[in-house]
């Protein structure tokens, strides 16, 4: 490039490679040279030059951020309205990268190439997310197609980023911020369900509340698993029935993911009882149907962002019949999965069976409820549990506190 100030564009087809597998790697391989010869022919006729950088997706540097911008617009009209099953995003930065190690010049790295590839693995398919350096610079060159939208924190990027939402459809309504840093106390959520009428009221229900904000949505278990890894939330409400890949698998996922730090909520019209084991033992914090009272439903947002699990009554009263014939303690009365814990985690533990909260256990034990806190951590840590209510299921499952009447 003439100058060493640039504006980097960086496309890539979003979920390619999950969404054309039914293709085989030979067709989608093919999708996605045909998506790239696509993307570098609106390059070529907005002035871009294609670079070499880190990353799976095409890196174009521009002398002006306009063009930049304008090149973005004409690759998602080119490309996402004629392979929807593969919709572009594309990430936008400005700067001063490095240039060299190649005989061409055209590897380029440093802080605008970074925030470029984070930017475009933020973006929702479809769209385009932007460093809001390049709206101030492409300025009314970009013809009003810019929108402050807040600011990331992005992987490996030290500093909040500034962006801008860039909006090329005709029909685009006002965007929705991109998602910010929590505030302190605030829980942020994805909506997962398939049917888009219901992500609307929950989102409704849960952005009327000051402490919650809805950082994403998703329509399949696919999609949700993706939104989250990106967006990682406190709390995914997580429909259990979905296309592409169903709530449980998704949730397995996202709970096995030692890069997550997500609680999963499961809420579906039907409670039977395999899905409510299933999702119980994958470490799901809770399990709710979808007509539960809207203020049930934030209380388990609640519960699950702090580390701890809720469950409809009706599922808890279930769940212990369920377990009616468990199977029997050995001979000293302590179970062998239990053999690690102490006398007194125990004893907690069998009071956070019978569904005591760390007060009502505290007072219970005459002890501090710290100290309960401490213990029951502690059990959770030794059992390579998730939280109480997979407590909870073992306490019965080893028959160490037997189901009432």
């Not at 930049?68 to 009209?77: D, I, K």
């Not at 385009?128 to 600011?151: E, K, S």
């Not at 006398?343 to 069998?350: G, H, K, M």
Request: hydrophobic share 50%; net charge negative.
């Amino acid at each position: 490039m003439d100058g060493s100030f640039v504006t980097l564009l960086i496309a890539d087809p979003a979920g390619a490679a999950a969404r054309l597998r039914a293709a085989g790697d030979a067709g989608a391989a093919a999708a996605r040279r045909a998506a790239f010869a696509a993307l570098r022919e609106v390059a070529a006729a907005h002035g871009g030059r294609e670079v070499r950088a880190a990353g799976d997706g095409l890196t174009v540097a521009f002398a002006g951020a306009a063009a930049a911008v304008h090149c973005a617009v004409g690759m998602q009209r080119a490309t996402t309205g004629a392979a929807p099953e593969a919709p572009v995003r594309i990430g936008l930065a400005a700067g001063e990268p490095m240039a060299g190690g190649d005989a061409d010049g055209d590897e380029l790295w440093g802080a605008p190439v970074e925030v470029a590839r984070r930017l475009c693995e933020t973006a929702e398919p479809g769209a385009i997310v932007a460093a809001d350096v390049v709206r101030q610079v492409a300025g009314p060159r970009a013809d009003g197609l810019m929108h402050p939208a807040g600011a990331l924190r992005l992987p490996g990027v030290p500093e909040r980023v500034a962006v801008a939402e860039v909006r090329w459809r005709p029909d685009d309504e006002e965007p929705a911020p991109a998602p910010e840093p929590a505030a302190a106390g605030e829980i942020t959520v994805v909506i997962a369900d398939d049917q888009r009428l219901l992500r609307t009221g929950f989102r409704v229900i849960l952005d009327s509340e000051p402490d919650m904000r809805v950082v994403g949505e998703a329509p399949d278990g696919e999609a949700a698993v993706d939104v989250v890894r990106r967006r990682r939330p406190d709390v995914v409400l997580m429909d259990i029935r979905m296309p592409e890949l169903d709530g449980l698998q998704a949730a397995r996922r996202i709970l096995d993911d030692p890069g997550l730090d997500t609680a999963v909520v499961m809420l579906t019209t039907f409670d039977r009882d395999e899905y409510v084991y299933e999702a119980l033992r994958i470490g799901a914090s809770g399990f709710l149907l979808k007509d539960t009272p809207a203020d049930r439903l934030l209380d388990a947002i609640r519960v699950a962002a702090s580390g701890d699990a809720l469950l409809a009554p009706s599922i808890t009263r279930r769940l212990i019949e369920r377990f009616a014939h468990a199977a029997r303690p050995a001979a000293d009365g302590v179970p062998a999965a239990l053999a690690p814990l102490t006398a007194r985690e125990l004893d907690v533990l069998r009071l956070v069976a019978r569904g005591l909260s760390n007060a009502e256990i505290a007072g219970e034990l005459v002890l501090g409820e710290n100290t309960v806190k401490t213990h029951v951590a502690r059990l959770l840590g030794k059992l390579g549990l998730r939280d109480r209510v997979q407590a909870v299921v073992l306490a019965y499952e080893t028959g160490l506190v037997a189901p009432e009447g």
